[in-house]
């Protein structure tokens, strides 16, 4: 009968996954705000909404199960930090093709600006033909082009695209739109330079952590198919942990566990260089 449960709450919490989630990737119908929200999802972007349905559906899950508040608890907080704990290597390989994608449209714009092109023809120019995973980013500063002033649009352009790489290129475009630089084109070409560089190191970085990342997975994984299956199979082993003091154990033990598996998880993730425009792009998004 618990087993029953256990699959019928697994069921109905898959379920509601799917419908939620078809429900707001239906839901963006705006043209200008649809691209930009796929481009950050492909990056790994995770809303506030996702999180609470993943914590959610987990700490109900194991309520359910187990019956105890302290698993409840532990299983929402697992499922708001999932996305740093599980990290797909999708979302990765999306992130090291940003930058590249960064690096790419940087030298168009050289190519372009040596052709005799004025910084705002060139972003007009290269717009259409700009990396995909950028893409909706460039077209945006080219439509804001039409009704706002350059360097405006420019910030918009480094809180959009949020990468440390972007900050330097809309620092060099701001600067020359002033008529300060006298030679952008070389400029530019050394900045993509750099964004390959750091795309290349990223992927160094990646693979020598690989191994910690599937350590991460299986620790996890196994830990929770033991304690569920113990949960689920064998009620009277774990009955100790459903008084009080069985209760304030558990705790101790779940957050031991938690704390622990944080730390590897932040291990074996990258951390990106520090915004050079973060207080230009991310204080005035704010």
Known sequence: MTALVVLS?????????????GWSDAGSSSDDVRPLHAARQAVGAVTVRDRCIRAGLLAVALLVISRWPTAAVAGALLGWFS???????????????????????????RDTISAAHGLEAAISTTAPVAPEPIRPEIERLARALKHRSLTDALRQLATDLAHPISDLVVASLSVAANGAVKDLAELLGMLAESARDEAAMQMRVEASRAR???????????????????????????????????????????????????????????????????????????
Do not use: K
């Not at 997975?217 to 774990?238: D, E, K, M, Q, S």
């Open 9 to 21: 709450v697994l069921g109905v919490g898959t379920g509601c996954w799917l419908v939620v989630s």
């Open 83 to 109: 996305p740093e704990l599980f990290a797909s290597r999708a979302s990765r390989d999306a992130a090291l093709e940003r930058t590249e994608a960064i690096a790419s449209w940087t030298e168009m714009m």
């Open 212 to 286: 910690m990342r599937t350590a991460v997975r299986v620790i996890t994984g196994v830990t929770i198919a033991t304690a569920v299956g113990l949960v689920a199979l064998n009620p009277t082993y774990v009955e100790v942990y459903g008084t009080v003091t069985g209760q304030v154990v558990l705790a101790g033990i779940a957050a031991a566990w938690g704390a622990a598996l944080w730390w590897l998880a932040s291990m074996s993730g990258f951390r990106q260089p520090e915004r050079f425009l973060i207080a230009a792009a991310e204080g005035r998004a704010s």
